[in-house]
């Protein structure tokens, strides 16, 4: 790939680029930088060049505009070869043919289909199933902590969860989850090299399309077989179609979750006036996610869009062809929507949490119902069962994963009892 550093030079309305970190140092002081640099701040991601938007006002309404896609064609770094599959980046924008990268009409006939596949009435039946695998986990979580030991509360409890979860409703053998997270998290990290990167895709390309092949032969009751079955809204689905679907569903879906129950356990035990609130029952637990969802977002930047022409923000201009990242922490940490309290973790805000970190118009996610139904499930449980939970090192001491569009953490170690 040739970076193009002559298209970087390009400065925000209020001047400076500012360079994504990979490594994820510092995203406290990432976002400021960002909000600090404007509405539309210019970015550099590993080299390449785009535009972040950075106010809740202006992303709710480019999030709406025909003018920037999801088309990979309409970037001029890829139309000219200045970008290529060497970018790190590129699996998170060219990943198959599915809802998530298609616009207009092609992408309502897919949504649509998978609009059926995960209906309100469908979370509401594995509800059941959720509260049950949260027990299992509390449990192996309870067996780790005895006699005072430090237990990871990620790779014990939050990350297998949202993985149990999602599994089931793809129709997924169990056996398959432990796979399936080395994958994905081989995927978003920054240190993977490329190849390997290109290679873990295919491999994923592979398992999706036998499960698609196992489910065409024998439909059973799961999330494959409805988009295979989905009969509304148009032509049915391709193979490739469902594997471009599954595939992003269970990345967005298991990711998200993850970092929502782990953001909101380390919010509240950051603030321990606020956790007792919780646990007396004078804030509800709904109100501590939708607040985690604002203030701590569970992905940070979202790639990416493309202006099909010119389009106006404030005093800057995304020209024709140039990408556009939607930068979803930045957003919801902006003052003129949250107020000059925007940086604080507050779940008695007066007014309404109205945030965007799940989207907003087309192609707002899917599986947002399903992971607000998990977390809404595993926090009070968490809480109820370990109400003396706590950090087991300095909360400034746990760090990130490299990963430059999901909020994830490396390790959560925990003492379950004070």
């Given at each position: 790939m040739n970076c193009p550093h002559a298209a970087a030079q390009a400065a925000a309305p209020?001047?400076?680029?500012?360079?994504i970190d990979p490594m994820v140092q510092d995203l406290d002081g990432e976002t400021a930088r960002l909000r600090d640099a404007g509405p539309l701040a210019r970015i550099e991601l590993l080299g390449v060049p785009a535009w972040a938007l950075t106010r809740h006002a202006d992303a709710r309404q480019l999030l709406l505009d025909?003018?920037?896609v999801k088309d990979l064609d309409a970037w001029g770094l890829w139309q000219s070869g200045e970008v290529t599959h060497a970018?790190?980046?590129i699996g998170m924008i060219d990943a198959g043919r599915s809802m998530f990268t298609v616009d207009g009409d092609e992408h309502r006939r897919l949504r649509t289909k998978t609009s059926q596949a995960l209906t309100p009435r469908r979370l509401e039946a594995i509800r059941p199933d959720i509260e049950k695998f949260t027990e299992e986990l509390l449990d192996a979580l309870a067996e780790g902590g005895r006699d005072g030991a430090v237990v990871d509360l990620k790779s014990v409890f939050a990350q297998p969860l949202p993985m149990r979860v999602v599994g089931m409703l793809m129709g997924v053998d169990p056996a398959e989850n432990a796979m399936l997270t080395r994958q994905y998290k081989a995927f978003f990290s920054m240190l993977t090299p490329q190849d390997e990167r290109l290679a873990l895709l295919a491999d994923l390309d592979v398992f999706y399309a036998g499960l698609v092949r196992e489910k065409t032969a024998q439909p059973t009751d799961d999330l494959t077989s409805a988009l295979?079955?989905?009969d509304e809204g148009g032509e049915p689905l391709t193979e490739e179609e469902v594997v471009g679907n599954l595939k992003a569903m269970v990345a967005a879906g298991h990711e998200t979750t993850i970092g929502l129950i782990l953001n909101a356990v380390r919010a509240l035990l950051a603030h321990p006036d606020q956790l007792?609130?919780?646990?007396?029952g004078e804030v509800s637990w709904e109100t501590v996610i939708e607040e985690t969802l604002r203030w701590d977002t569970p992905t940070t930047h979202l790639l990416m869009r493309f202006a099909t022409e010119d389009i106006q923000v404030g005093e800057g201009v995304i020209a024709k062809g140039e990408g556009v990242v939607i930068s979803y922490r930045v957003i919801g940490r902006d003052p003129a929507q949250h107020g000059p309290d925007a940086d604080a973790f507050d779940i008695t805000r007066a007014t309404p949490i109205r945030h965007?970190?799940?989207g907003h118009g087309p192609h707002i996610c899917?599986?947002?119902?399903?992971s607000r139904v998990e977390a809404g499930i595993a926090l009070p449980a968490l809480f109820g069962r370990f109400p003396e939970l706590r950090l087991a090192v300095p909360d400034a001491d746990i760090r990130k994963l490299p990963v430059m569009t999901q909020n994830d953490m490396e390790a959560f170690p925990v003492l379950l009892n004070a």
């Open positions: 209020n001047g400076g680029t500012v360079v025909p003018r920037l970018w790190p980046l295979i079955l989905a007792r609130m919780v646990l007396d965007m970190t799940f899917p599986g947002a119902a399903l």
